[in-house]
């Protein structure tokens, strides 16, 4: 196998990555759901930006380096305790909403962007991290195996490629959100979510904080 052949698995993989649920498909939606089709393409510039970087770190020599299980720890702890703020952030501005006889998504100050939202919730994933440090960082080391830094760059461009394939079909979808069911029905979609991410969220907290009695 020549280095650039494992471009298509790579692309395949990553594809199979973005379409897997998790904190950053939920924002995608729940961003989508708040602000349209802008805000899901916002939120995906910055998850998928930083999986780039991360992915080309790998390409280009940093694939032995892993995480250890107390850095892990600390990932689960305070990326789920980012989830659940959002959850609640998301709650709250539901209710002000429904208060104040809202037709339309409030703007929260001070919140994070949609943009920032995404490069967090990559940065405090630590499935992400485990995905980096294990299957991408694999990846990454039989490209260059095989064909050297150039071929493990390519991978590491069609991983990324795949996941942001993967991400534009739930925003796409996302996006018609209103026009199918309404400003009503988006908002019992956007409590889902907002509960969603809680539950994932308080998971990730009590894995890590059990771990580390452990």
């Known amino acids: 196998m020549s280095g650039l052949d494992h471009a298509p698995a790579a692309f ?5 990555l973005g379409a897997a649920p998790g904190p950053v498909q939920l924002l995608l939606l729940t961003e989508t759901a708040r602000r349209g089709l802008v805000g899901g393409i916002r939120v995906m510039l910055g998850a998928n930006g ?22 892990l720890d600390v990932l689960r702890v305070t990326g789920g305790a ?31 962007g949609p943009t920032a ?11 992400a991290w485990i995905f980096f440090a294990t299957t991408a960082a694999s990846v990454a080391a ?16 069609a ?14 979808l996302g996006s018609g959100g209103r026009r199918l069911v309404g400003d009503g029905g988006l ?6 979510l907002a509960v969603l ?4 969220g308080a998971a990730f907290v009590l894995q890590g904080l059990d771990r580390g009695r452990s």
């Open 82 to 112: 980012f989830l659940v703020w959002l959850g609640v952030q998301e709650l709250v501005t539901l209710r002000r909403e429904a208060r104040l006889g809202l037709e339309r998504p409030a703007r929260v100050r001070g919140a994070l």
């Open 117 to 127: 939202l995404g490069v967090v919730a990559v940065v405090l994933n630590p499935g």
């Open 142 to 157: 039989n490209a260059a195996a095989d064909g050297g830094r150039t071929a493990s760059l390519v991978a590491a461009l």
């Open 50 to 71: 930083t999986l780039l970087l991360v992915m080309l770190a790998l390409a280009l020599g940093f694939s032995a380096v892993r995480p250890g299980e107390a850095l």
């Open 159 to 172: 991983m990324t490629v795949g996941v942001s394939a993967s991400d534009s079909l739930f925003t796409v």
């Open 12 to 16: 395949a993989l990553g594809f199979a």
């Open 197 to 200: 991410l809680c539950a994932i």
């Open 187 to 192: 908002r019992v979609i956007r409590t889902v």
